[in-house]
């Protein structure tokens, strides 16, 4: 109930492509998702978030899909850049703002020259 | 404005000893977070203050571990009879803790511990 299921666990593009993470859910109390970026030796970074009251998201180079249905939602990075090879992470909280986050198992992108 | 800063970078003790990570979250944040993340794994969370109390510590995975936040600012993680398989990188992060709104959590840059 309280999973986050992320995947793929590695990726890796060519720069101006646009790399995919996909996300699935359980419980459906959560109503808050986020994607972290995460450089070596670094703490996680908040990239974008959205509610599960709208189906997509933009903040730049980067939107956020959301199916509530389905319980999925992904994020694409447009025109991806190799300042982009990091680690991301999708998340959820619960309802009631300070909330613990539950975040997924990562995945390594890597974006070529 | 600082962000969150945790002290020390990296920690090696022994199996058995006793540590001690400390958090400053950033000033004014009412809500403080510790999380641990494994090697090639998302953090897991541990336990969450609000002001100085726990509202939280579900994920603390045994009575080796405790946290406190005296003052309801600074916050220490504690680690009994530490084990091998309590190397991690230790996450504190903090948020305002507003009833409602994002609540973005800010991450500092963790603990490394190595218990040999």
């Known amino acids: 109930q309280q999973q986050v299921k992320q995947s793929p666990q590695s990726l890796i593009v060519q720069k101006g492509g646009i790399p995919i993470i996909n996300c699935a859910y359980e419980n459906t109390a959560f109503d808050y998702f986020p994607w972290y970026q995460q450089f070596p030796g670094k703490g996680p970074a908040l990239l974008i978030a959205i509610r599960p009251d709208v189906s997509e998201k933009k903040e730049g180079r980067f939107t956020i899909s959301f199916n509530k249905s389905a319980k999925q939602f992904s994020l694409h990075i447009m025109d991806s850049q190799p300042g982009d090879s990091a680690t991301y992470f999708c998340a959820a909280r619960g309802a009631g703002g300070a909330q613990k986050l539950v975040f997924g198992q990562g995945t390594r992108l890597t974006i070529n020259p | 404005g600082a962000g969150v800063s945790q002290t020390p970078s990296n920690k090696v003790t022994e199996k058995g000893k006793y540590v001690e990570l400390r958090c400053d979250p950033i000033s004014g944040h009412t809500a403080l977070y510790w999380y641990r993340q494994s090697l090639g794994q998302g953090p897991e969370f541990l336990i969450y203050f609000q002001g100085t109390g726990a509202a939280d510590d579900s994920g603390l995975p045994n009575d080796r571990f405790f946290a406190v936040r005296p003052e309801g600012s600074v916050s220490t993680l504690k680690i009994q009879r530490t084990e091998r398989g309590d190397s991690a990188v230790y996450l504190c992060?903090?948020?305002?803790?507003?009833?409602?709104?994002?609540?973005?959590?800010?991450f500092g840059p963790g603990t490394r511990l190595t218990v040999l």
């Open positions: 992060a903090s948020s305002q803790g507003l009833a409602g709104g994002r609540n973005e959590q800010f």
